[in-house]
C-alpha cells in the first residue's frame, strides 16, 4: 500500500516560475525523501529530511517537513525545461536493522520554455 | 562508473517461463532493493537483503524468489512468468538507513 499520497498529480508551468509539489503520509516516519524520474529512466535521489528536522535546502530546491500534519512539501524554485520529469515522495521507515522506503504514486511536472 | 547495474535492460518472455533479473552494485552498500513501477501505481517494494545473507519480502512478494549471493549482487526470479509480471524492475542498494537511495536503470520486462 503507498504510503506517501502527492499533490497535485500533475502540474505545468513556465519556466522561471517556482513549482511547489506536496506529500502527505499515514504512519510515523524515521525520514522523507524526494526522488525524480526523467522518463525512461531510473530515480534520482534529490533530497532527504530527517523526522526531527522542519526544513531542509539544497540547491533551488527546498523541503519541508511538518510531522504534526504528517506532510511534506518541495520547492523547485526558478524552474528550468530540464526539470520537466516525474517527482516521487518517499517515506523511510527503520525497524530493527531493515530500513525500507515506501513511495507515492508520482507526480508529473512539465516546464514550459 | 560506480552505482547500480541491471541487465538486462529489455525482456520479452512467455507466460509460464523463468528468468533472473541481475543487479549488481559497487559502492560497498549494505542494503539493497528490488521495486516494481506499473503506471500510476508508483513504486512497490518486491524483496530486500538489509545485509548480506538476509532477505526480507516486502509489499507484493508472491511470485518472485530472491537471492543475496554476496555483499555486491542481489537478484531477482520469476519461476514461472505471468502477464501481471509485466512491469518495470528497479534494483536499490543504499549505505545506511539515512541515506538516499542509488537506482539501477531499470529492467523492462513484458509477459506476454
New interface residues.
Given amino acids: 500500500?503507498?504510503q506517501g499520497e502527492e499533490d497535485p498529480q500533475a502540474l505545468s508551468i513556465q519556466e522561471g516560475e517556482n513549482a511547489t509539489m506536496n506529500c502527505s503520509y499515514k504512519t510515523s516516519i524515521?525520514?522523507l525523501?524526494w526522488?525524480r524520474q526523467n522518463s525512461g529512466?531510473?530515480?534520482?535521489?534529490?533530497?532527504?529530511i530527517?523526522s526531527n528536522e522542519r526544513e531542509k535546502h539544497s540547491g533551488r530546491l527546498r523541503v519541508t517537513l511538518d510531522t504534526s500534519k504528517k506532510s511534506s512539501s518541495l520547492l523547485i524554485t526558478a524552474s528550468r525545461a530540464a526539470d520537466t520529469a516525474s517527482y516521487?515522495c518517499a517515506t523511510?521507515s527503520?525497524t530493527g536493522?531493515?530500513?525500507?522506503?515506501?513511495?507515492?504514486?508520482?507526480i508529473t511536472l512539465s516546464v514550459r520554455p | 562508473n560506480a552505482g547500480v547495474t541491471q541487465t538486462p535492460k529489455f525482456q520479452v518472455l512467455k507466460t509460464g517461463q523463468s528468468m533472473t533479473l541481475q543487479c549488481a552494485q559497487d559502492m560497498n552498500h549494505n542494503s539493497m532493493y528490488w521495486y516494481r513501477q506499473d503506471p500510476g501505481m508508483g513504486l512497490r517494494l518486491i524483496y530486500y537483503s538489509a545485509s548480506e545473507g538476509t532477505t526480507d519480502k516486502g509489499e507484493v512478494p508472491n511470485g518472485y524468489n530472491v537471492s543475496r549471493l554476496n555483499k555486491r549482487e542481489f537478484s531477482l526470479r520469476l519461476e514461472s512468468a505471468a502477464p501481471s509480471q509485466t512491469s518495470v524492475y528497479f534494483c536499490a542498494s543504499i549505505a545506511s538507513w539515512q541515506s538516499g537511495y542509488t537506482f539501477g536503470s531499470g529492467t523492462r520486462l513484458t509477459v506476454v
Fill in positions: 500500500s503507498q524515521n525520514n525523501q526522488y529512466r531510473g530515480l534520482v535521489h534529490l533530497i532527504l530527517r516521487f523511510g527503520l536493522a531493515n530500513s525500507k522506503l515506501t513511495f507515492g504514486k508520482g
